[in-house]
């Protein structure tokens, strides 16, 4: 459901991506980061629960947020995980462990969405797309290392994932204001 709708959002947010300046894009893809990053500080009452299912009680929030979640990720052309990381948490109540998983799925369908948008507008550098994708294979299994690592450890991984946004967001910005 989740990544159904955002890849709905996903076609519309390229779409609209395409037709604003990319310095701008930069500077409200960093605001967005920081956003994100705060709310994943916020301490959490309960862990969450790993067994959650598809229920019409958290199918509304699923597509709201799945849809939300794709246009944002099509609009900055991104995979889009720090954004349905929190949002399947939100919608489901799953632990961070799971939602870091799952997302994986919508990653995968947003992105496929987002870069082919871009790709018949030719606007993809595929030899650099290829060496991030091998860059994103070798630091993918590393990160799901560390992730189950962290993970035994009580908010360590939603610290660390805030940190890691954070810190990204915080050198976009640098980098948009020094090349102005």
């Known amino acids: 459901m989740f990544a159904a709708a955002g ?17 701008k894009l930069i500077l409200l893809f960093a605001l967005l980061m920081m956003a994100v990053g705060a709310l994943m500080l916020r301490p959490r009452s309960e862990i969450g629960n ?12 699923l597509i709201a947020l799945g849809f939300a979640s794709g246009a944002l990720a099509g609009f900055f052309g ?5 954004l ?4 399947l948490m939100l919608a489901t109540g799953m632990p961070i462990s799971n ?27 595929w030899d650099i797309a290829t060496l991030f994708l091998a860059g994103a294979v070798f ?15 009580r908010g360590a991984l939603n610290n660390v994932f ?3 946004v954070f810190a990204v967001a915080i050198y976009m910005i640098y980098r948009t204001y020094t090349s102005m």
């Not at 709905?8 to 990319?22: N, P, Q």
């Not at 790993?50 to 929030?61: E, G």
């Not at 991104?78 to 720090?82: K, L, S």
């Open 7 to 23: 890849v709905v959002g996903a076609f519309g947010g390229s779409s609209l991506g395409k037709i604003v300046d990319g310095q």
């Open 50 to 61: 790993p067994l959650v299912t598809l229920t019409r009680s958290n199918t509304p929030a």
């Open 139 to 153: 630091g993918g299994l590393a990160g799901a290392k560390l992730s189950r690592h962290l993970s035994a450890k």
């Open 162 to 164: 805030a940190a890691v």
């Open 84 to 87: 349905i990381v929190p949002g």
């Open 99 to 125: 939602a870091i998983c799952s997302s994986l799925v919508a990653v995968t369908a947003f992105g496929l969405t987002t870069s082919a948008n871009y790709a018949f507008s030719g606007l993809v550098d």
């Open 78 to 82: 991104i995979g889009g995980g720090f």
